[in-house]
DNA sequence: GCCGTTTTCGGCCCGACTGTTTTCAGTCG
């Protein structure tokens, strides 16, 4: 069993404690576990063989003794019984804005209510209201939750949500009333899907300001509204939360909203091992009431002894032990990329041409651009047949003659085929100026034939790189199987690249291996995978994903300028 | 259930908002 569904059940044991009634510390160590286990580096197997799980922080005798069950057979009595205890259905009911432990298990124990119909029936049978703690308001709550759901899973890809923010914050900047103002939360810190759009603004006025938002287009209806806080929802369904805060307190309140959660509870124990307490309206002396005033988040890190941490990384995976360190990587910026690779043109399912194409990229600042159809197995995809490649080859070198100071690289996204092999010879390989190697079909593999085949593929000499690597769509499609640590050793022992792939439903390699690939020493190219144009900009969120992975300017491929890039793959074909 | 340059017991991060309550529990971030 791995650690991913060690995690899962960790975490799926710490809320079924929740709903029990159990003491909330207990959930939390929980939850701490799952977190733990997730992020753990070293194999899971060795930690149990070598019996030094419970060395680590946060993991005691009882979590020690139920991983180690798990690990060597594969099942935890624990957990079996508890989930026996519980109706599957409570932990969707779970997900109902408004419900939480308390209030399910009520509704669990007073009106046998175990699935989101029953309890949409309960409440439209007026059911609802004579509970203890329920009432009217809470019933109508409930109801709208549920509509809610069944409308949208409660998740938004990251570009949705921060378009909308954009349009929200520039109209909000040109008030009077705002002094300050920002997007926070997981929408600052780059995550990749989003549940809502924090907002924090500064000012002296928050009824005005609140006013103002509420006023402008696109906003539906107020669903809570306090004396700092406002929640709105949009047309197309996504949650706002603007805060209002004094311009003297927006340092502090924006380090507070944009979290995460781990990386401010980590932040506020630290603290007051030095003697303060911080949260959203300051840092304070914890043997009085004075405040420390911070004109910037920077000042705000440094009172507490730390360099600034960019948003991104604020996951509490380590970060607040290196900015201590003064160790914090300085993270690729997209001024940084030089080139695109992964780019399709009408020779195969894209709709620009190879010209357009480079001219785009050009025109965003690109020095070189790597050209890279479909191969011949892509059928569904117009892949590429061998006179095809020849022609395309012959209109690059054409185009190449008449740039100055622009190269098009001619390359190819070959099919990894189910054995490991590439759908073409390498008589053809050899003629690219790079290979991209992509699995496009026979994704029920298991596991461990899946990573021979990745692997398999990255020991050919003519591959470049690896394209999307674990072929996940982002609120779509899970990832198929795959022991991504061996195919970074794969990567790290030959030499290859891995790719990051930018389009926003991909974002793979996933930022938490960006991370590990940097440590094995195998750069990451950030590629747009593009299909037209438009396309070519979704270089962007490549660049925030390998940001959360603490990846530098020189842990990215696609950095080097133009006569070090063609250096690099002239040497790098096949002759190693 | 975890943890300890105060501790092996008694803590465990903190605050806003809502709705149900007559002073507070539950939820959320």
Request: with cysteine; aromatic share 8%; charged share 30%.
């Amino acid at each position: 069993m791995d650690r991913k569904e060690i995690s899962r059940i960790l975490n799926e044991i710490g809320v079924m404690l929740e709903l029990i009634g159990e003491s909330p510390f207990k959930s939390r160590a929980y939850y701490n576990g799952a977190r733990t286990v997730e992020l753990l580096k070293e194999d899971i197997g060795d930690l149990v063989a070598g019996d030094r799980l419970k060395d680590i922080k946060g993991i005691g005798k009882a979590l020690d003794e139920k991983i180690s069950e798990l690990v060597k057979t594969g099942r935890l009595r624990y957990y079996d019984n508890l989930k026996n205890q519980i109706p599957e259905g409570l932990f969707e009911i779970l997900k109902v804005p408004g419900l939480g432990p308390k209030k399910v298990r009520t509704l669990y124990e007073k009106l046998s209510i175990t699935t989101l119909g029953e309890l949409e029936y309960s409440c439209i049978e007026n059911r609802l209201v004579d509970l203890p703690g329920f009432g009217e308001k809470t019933q109508q709550k409930v109801l709208e939750g549920i509509q809610y759901l069944k409308k949208n899973r409660g998740r938004y890809l990251y570009p949705e949500a921060w378009s909308r923010a954009e349009e929200l914050i520039g109209a909000m900047e040109k008030e009077e009333e705002v002094k300050h103002i920002s997007a926070a939360g997981s929408l600052r810190r780059k995550s990749e899907t989003v549940k809502d759009i924090d907002i924090l603004a500064a000012g002296y006025d928050a009824e005005a300001i609140m006013d103002k938002f509420e006023a402008l287009p696109g906003i539906e209806k107020t669903v809570e509204r306090g004396s700092s806080k406002l929640g709105v929802l949009l047309e197309n369904g996504i949650r706002v939360d603007l805060r209002v805060v004094s311009p003297e307190q927006y340092p502090f309140a924006l380090h507070h909203f944009t979290g995460s959660k781990e990386h401010n509870t980590a932040m506020r124990h630290r603290s007051k091992g030095m003697g303060y307490k911080i949260n959203e309206y300051g840092i304070f002396r914890e043997d009085g009431d004075e405040g420390v005033s911070c004109a910037s988040e920077e000042e705000f890190f440094k009172t507490l002894g730390l360099s600034f941490i960019p948003p991104e990384i604020r996951e509490n995976t380590g970060e607040i032990e290196a900015a201590e360190e003064g160790n914090l990587p300085s993270l690729v910026e997209a001024a940084d990329i030089k080139g695109l690779f992964h780019v399709h043109t009408v020779y195969s399912d894209g709709s620009a041409s190879i010209e357009d194409m480079a001219e785009m990229a050009r025109s965003l600042g690109a020095e070189y651009i790597g050209i890279s159809d479909h191969s011949r197995s892509a059928y569904y995809a117009g892949g590429l047949k061998e006179d095809q490649i020849k022609r395309q080859r012959e209109e690059i070198d054409r185009l190449n003659g008449k740039l100055r100071d622009f190269r098009i690289f001619a390359g190819i996204e070959s099919d990894i085929l189910p054995d490991g092999s590439l759908d073409y010879p390498d008589s053809i390989l050899e003629k690219f100026d790079f290979v991209i190697a992509s699995v496009h079909s026979n994704f029920t593999m298991d596991r461990d034939s899946m990573t021979k085949r990745l692997v398999r593929a990255l020991e050919n000499p003519f591959v470049t790189m690896l394209g999307h690597p674990t072929g996940r769509l982002l609120l779509a499609r899970e990832g198929y199987p795959v022991d991504l640590e061996s195919v970074i050793e794969a990567a790290a022992e030959k030499g290859k690249i891995i790719e990051l792939n930018a389009n926003p439903y991909r974002l793979d390699l996933e930022w938490h291996w960006c991370r590990r690939a940097k440590e094995r020493g195998v750069k990451i190219s950030i590629n747009p995978d593009a299909h037209n144009l438009e396309g070519l900009k979704d270089i962007i969120y490549g660049v925030n994903a390998a940001r959360k992975g603490w990846l530098s300017k020189q842990d990215v491929f696609n950095t080097y300028p133009l006569d070090v890039m063609v250096d690099v793959l002239s040497r790098g074909r096949g002759g190693e």
